[in-house]
């Protein structure tokens, strides 16, 4: 083996860079070849027909005067509309607490049938998933975008490629990171075999939020069912439209596998909808979403003592350290910042740049903000770099914070005011905005911005940045920009967080680590192996190593009590765990006296 691996190397020693190129490209393409021809029996393929108002070019709905959810004339129902142009797309029923009631009830029958299923069936469903998200990217991003106003570049990233990195390290490691995990059993009982395992917890619910719908929506399903779990989708009511062709991907899927597609049940509606899902009984829950919120799921999850993974958001810091390579840095700030909009719960919301880099970081700043496009990507003739706010009311919001901040002091150089589309009026935009001179006690920096602006702030030592960093309420990632690789990793230690990414920006998620903070970015993990087995129910097991050899009670133990017990007890402790060869040779000795009185 050792002597065909030098023959590849010679060989390809001297071939020229292209013929090197090549040679490699047919290698990996004759390994895809080899994979697909072995496993193409684990992918079903199935079709779901796109709406028609998703397809680029689509203009036939009704502009809406001023867009909103709710409709006070018909308060059962979801107003669907883009807000990145305002045009009304649906009207849907909210869900209600029956409903609730009743997803429950389908999700927990299915779920018996569910959990008999085999690792090899799992890994079928999530590569015929995994299969149909590679041939419908541009008509997945096409629906996300239309509910939410992200641009497609945006959907690529945050639903399309998030997705399918989920998806590949569980099949490719779910099943070990689930498998029984042994562990080393106490001196006392040698003759006892300890282990964990992870068990299905049964049906569980994933309250998720608006901004990545299908990513945030499939990722809690991907995990569930690797588990063998059933699962309630209660996503947000900004998304309903989007909610309904995403779930009949997932069902669809499952029903051309041969599986009951009940196992995974979608609710969408308002606040009392979502209290439902929380109060309904379910095994675990998961919430994202924000502070307030989380604290009332909390109180609601309470009732049944229901466990709760909390993911809070936040208000992550980028620093830039005086040795910092600001080309590279400069591109994965402005991605941080404006990446959907800005609306990300690991945004960059505070970029703390050292004084002797700062004025040429702004003068970047003020370069490349100037040239950001706002816009549709499905309506405008543009490639936009900002979509639209999802969520209505917020440009009054933002005013305001940044005005706060402008009168204590701050400099507003770019931005800060609502964009008007000129073709669509009542859309939702805000314009990319640059605020400089910020500091910590700013109203800016006492709550999540979740909006296209970049906040600047100034700091001399690395202490003062780490205190900066540390001083929020929030503490979910910031990211640490060194030319120092120790120097980094010194800083990443002192940082109160969940998440730390060293030049870099939200490489933590995508390399399948857990994902979650601290304060009030709130508790648990989603991602990775963590997160995996936080939707299990963890159990300690115990088993003999020996089939006849059993625990047994010694006699001078057992009830009713003898008077030297408590001695038999001090010199198996002292054989156990005492240093001295002198002890464990008396505490021996009194152990037979004792076994004998």
Not at 355 to 371: G, H, M, P, R, T
């Amino acid at each position: 083996m050792i002597e065909f691996i030098e023959l590849i190397i010679k060989s390809l020693s001297e071939l020229n860079l292209t013929q090197v190129l090549l040679s490699i490209s047919i290698i990996i393409i004759s390994i895809l070849i080899l994979k697909f021809l072995l496993f193409k029996n684990e992918i079903v393929k199935f079709v779901v027909e796109v709406p028609i108002e998703a397809k680029p070019g689509w203009n036939d709905g009704k502009i809406l005067e001023k867009p909103c959810l709710k409709d006070a004339s018909n308060p059962g129902y979801i107003t669907c509309y883009d807000p990145a142009t305002g045009q009304f797309l649906a009207t849907i029923r909210a869900h209600t607490e029956d409903d609730v009631k009743e997803a429950l009830k389908k999700a927990q029958n299915a779920q018996q049938k569910w959990v008999k299923t085999s690792f090899s069936e799992r890994k079928r469903v999530l590569n015929s998933l995994m299969n149909f998200i590679l041939n419908n990217q541009e008509e997945i991003c096409w629906v996300a975008s239309r509910d939410t106003g992200k641009t497609l570049v945006d959907g690529k990233f945050g639903e399309i490629l998030s997705t399918c990195e989920k998806i590949r390290w569980t099949i490719n490691h779910g099943e070990k990171a689930l498998a029984t995990e042994y562990r080393e059993s106490s001196p006392i009982y040698a003759y006892k075999s300890a282990k964990i395992e992870y068990h299905p917890l049964g049906v569980v619910a994933a309250l998720v939020s608006w901004n990545y719908p299908f990513h945030n929506t499939f990722g809690p399903i991907i995990s569930s069912l690797f588990i063998g779990n059933g699962i309630l989708i209660k996503s947000s009511e900004q998304v309903a439209w989007s909610t309904q062709y995403y779930s009949k991907i997932i069902k669809t899927c499952l029903k051309e596998c041969g599986h009951d597609p009940d196992i995974v049940q979608f609710l969408c509606g308002f606040p009392d909808c979502g209290e439902a899902v929380v109060r309904s009984g379910v095994d675990g829950i998961t919430f994202v979403g924000s502070c307030p919120v989380g604290k009332q799921v909390m109180k609601a999850a309470s009732d049944n003592l229901t466990p709760c993974i909390l993911e809070l958001g936040g208000k992550d810091c980028a620093i830039i350290r005086h040795d910092a390579n600001l080309s590279q840095a400069f591109p994965i700030i402005m991605r941080g910042t404006f990446q959907n909009a800005g609306q990300n719960c690991v945004g960059l919301e505070r970029i703390l740049v050292h004084e002797s880099l700062y004025n040429e970081f702004v003068d970047k700043a003020i370069e490349q903000i100037k040239k950001l496009r706002v816009g549709s990507d499905l309506n405008d003739d543009i490639v936009a770099d900002v979509g639209a706010m999802t969520m209505s009311g917020q440009g009054e919001r933002l005013q305001n914070l940044i005005q706060a901040s402008v009168s204590e002091g701050a400099k507003l150089i770019l931005g800060g005011h609502p964009y008007i589309h000129p073709k669509y009026p009542t859309a939702q935009y805000f314009e990319p905005t640059l605020l400089i001179d910020v500091t910590p006690q700013m109203t800016i920096l006492k709550q999540e911005i979740f909006a296209p602006i970049m906040v600047v702030m100034k700091f001399s030592t690395d202490e003062e940045a780490i205190e900066i960093c540390n001083k929020s309420p929030y503490g979910l990632g910031n990211s640490i920009f060194s030319g120092d690789q120790n120097k980094g990793d010194w800083m990443s230690k002192r940082l109160r967080c969940g998440m730390v990414n060293v030049n870099d920006f939200g490489a933590t998620y995508l390399s399948n680590l857990p994902f979650g903070g601290v304060g009030i970015s709130g508790f648990g993990r989603f991602g990775g192996t963590e997160g995996l087995r936080s939707l299990c129910l963890m159990k300690s097991v115990t088993t003999d190593k020996i089939r006849f050899f059993k625990t047994s009670i010694p006699r001078v133990l057992d009830y009713p009590m003898q008077s030297n017990g408590s001695s038999f007890v001090s010199n198996l402790v002292t054989l156990l765990y005492d240093n001295s060869l002198i002890d464990k040779m008396k505490a021996i000795t009194g152990l037979i006296k004792n076994s004998k009185s």
